[in-house]
């Protein structure tokens, strides 16, 4: 005990010193890494920085303010549903198809696969565009990957899977989501788990009869099935997306949070908050933290706060759009099923 109090001792200022110039080098080095990644001078990322302490950013709006963002469905008439969310910077298309299929994992519980593909607006390996998830820790890979792996924990993970089972054991529902990033920019994980919800949101389970019969030796297994459709567009059951939340980003740039960043803001941003906002009662439930840098545990609380009253803002504007093209024929959805149905 002595000789380890000794050493403490003797050790601390030494110690200290190290762990004090290792940090500064750290914190240098993450600093510059930072200001790499994007094509912004010196002067401009001041001007971002001091901007942003000023609540003005660039482009007029104050730190707590989204840029508004057009949202069409109804989009690609051999889906089941489809979204396409456009903003200034981000064009997102989001299609999803279903199929009825046995299990493979849970047997009272439905499939969901997710896809996004970035290639239509993003460099050679995924980056480019102003999006390099790499960079903020999410390991190596391509942002296609990065992305998808994303959206099925913070997006999809949330889908009540038990009302897509029709037969336990037998038969459930198997939905799959595709996405096509055609245009990358600022905050673009945010238009995504948009134009995922957008098109699950519009997304009609078809009423499905099902009549089952025994195996020959009439031990319950599952011999030959009959399956009729009621093709009335009333009769269909929406798909459950009562918790499926949606993504905002928030961005520390000069100590201050920023709601839906720029691509230059994310050139002088030096970490990242994942935040994922449920329509149902509007709670944050996922937060994630991307980046090397610290932040101060005191400010969650007013992080999610603000970014539940800017979902709250998209939610409602979310229904506006939907409620406004209500006018488009739904019956896309179950002749993309019926389809389907010939192939099994």
């Given at each position: 005990m002595a000789a380890a109090s000794s050493f403490s001792s003797s050790g601390s200022s030494s110690l200290s010193s190290s762990a004090s110039s290792a940090s500064s080098a750290s914190s240098a080095t993450g600093a510059a890494a930072c200001r790499g990644r994007g094509l912004l001078c010196g002067a401009e990322l001041l001007y971002l920085e001091e901007g942003v302490a000023c609540n003005v950013r660039e482009d007029g709006r104050a730190c707590v303010e989204v840029r508004p963002s057009q949202v069409e469905t109804f989009a690609l008439p051999k889906c089941s549903a489809s979204a396409i969310v456009r903003s200034s910077e981000n064009t997102v298309l989001c299609g999803v198809s279903m199929q009825l299929a046995r299990p493979t994992a849970a047997p009272d519980e439905g499939e969901v696969f997710l896809t996004v593909d970035c290639s239509a607006a993003l460099g050679v390996g995924g980056v480019g565009g102003g999006v390099a998830l790499e960079s903020f820790g999410l390991g190596e890979g391509s942002s296609n990957s990065s992305l998808q792996a994303l959206l099925s924990d913070m997006v999809l993970s949330a889908v009540?899977?038990?009302?897509?089972?029709?037969?336990?054991?037998?038969?459930?529902?198997?939905?799959?989501?595709?996405?096509?990033?055609?245009?990358?920019?600022?905050?673009?994980?945010?238009?995504?788990?948009?134009?995922?919800?957008?098109?699950?949101?519009?997304?009609?389970?078809?009423?499905?009869?099902?009549?089952?019969?025994?195996?020959?030796?009439?031990?319950?297994?599952?011999?030959?099935?009959?399956i009729q459709c009621d093709e009335r567009e009333a009769a269909g059951e929406c798909f459950p997306v009562e918790d499926?939340?949606?993504i905002v980003t928030v961005g520390e740039i000069a100590n201050r949070y920023v709601w839906d960043m720029t691509s230059n803001e994310e050139s002088a941003c030096v970490c990242r908050l994942l935040v994922a906002v449920s329509p149902r009662g509007h709670k944050c439930v996922g937060v994630q933290k991307l980046g090397a840098s610290l932040i101060d545990i005191s400010t969650l609380p007013t992080v999610m706060v603000n970014s539940q009253r800017v979902c709250r803002e998209i939610f409602e504007r979310l229904e506006r759009q939907i409620a406004s093209q209500k006018t488009k024929k739904n019956s896309q959805q179950l002749s993309a099923f019926m389809r389907s149905m010939a192939d099994l």
């Open positions: 009540d899977k038990k009302k897509l089972c029709l037969v336990p054991g037998k038969l459930i529902w198997r939905v799959f989501v595709d996405c096509m990033v055609l245009k990358a920019g600022g905050c673009l994980l945010d238009a995504v788990s948009l134009a995922v919800h957008a098109a699950l949101r519009t997304t009609v389970l078809p009423c499905v009869f099902v009549d089952e019969e025994e195996g020959e030796e009439g031990d319950g297994a599952l011999g030959q099935i009959s499926i939340p949606i």
